[in-house]
């Protein structure tokens, strides 16, 4: 996965997000392990044009425009998360192990925080749900999520 920032390919105002990356299996550096760039939320990284066909990523940042040896390698035991912002710089190695890397990440935000839905390359994907407290403002009803035992 190249280095990355969330933030390039969200499109929500204002940016404003948590990330919870939870490993559901053990991660280190020899399966791929999420590795992060301390300090880099401070600023805005140019992401350019990648065509890998191996990758779900059409961008990253180079990573020549990167101090890689700053970078933090997040070595995880199943049930462990990491917390990041939408400007963190993150991203991973191949895995070139045989135990398989498994994660889920979490996105949290608030309900100032408007959904550009129609600058989504894939809008029928994004849905919202209220973890907690109440959504007086209903500026993403159209893409609020459907809670289990609402149908
Ligand atoms: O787990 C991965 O490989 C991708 C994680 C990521 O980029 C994210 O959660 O924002």
């Not at 100032?112 to 973890?131: M, N, Y």
């Amino acid at each position: 996965m190249p280095w990355h920032q969330d933030a390039s390919y969200w499109a929500i105002e204002p940016k404003k997000t948590v990330t919870a990356w939870l490993a559901l299996g053990e991660t280190s550096p020899d399966n791929g392990c999420l590795r992060i760039i301390p300090g880099s939320h401070t600023r805005t990284s140019e992401h350019r044009a990648i065509s890998d066909p191996t990758s779900w990523f059409d961008k990253g940042v180079d990573p020549r425009d990167i101090d890689e040896s700053t970078a933090v390698d997040l070595a995880l035991r199943p049930g462990e998360a990491v917390l990041f912002n939408e400007a963190t710089l993150h991203g991973s190695e191949m895995n070139r192990s045989s135990q398989p890397r498994v994660a889920i990440s979490f996105r949290y935000t608030s309900p100032e925080v408007r959904f550009l839905i129609d600058q989504w390359t894939d809008p029928g994907r994004v849905k919202t749900f209220l973890v907690r407290g109440e959504d007086r403002l209903h500026l993403n009803d159209d893409i609020r999520g459907v809670e289990p035992g609402e149908e």
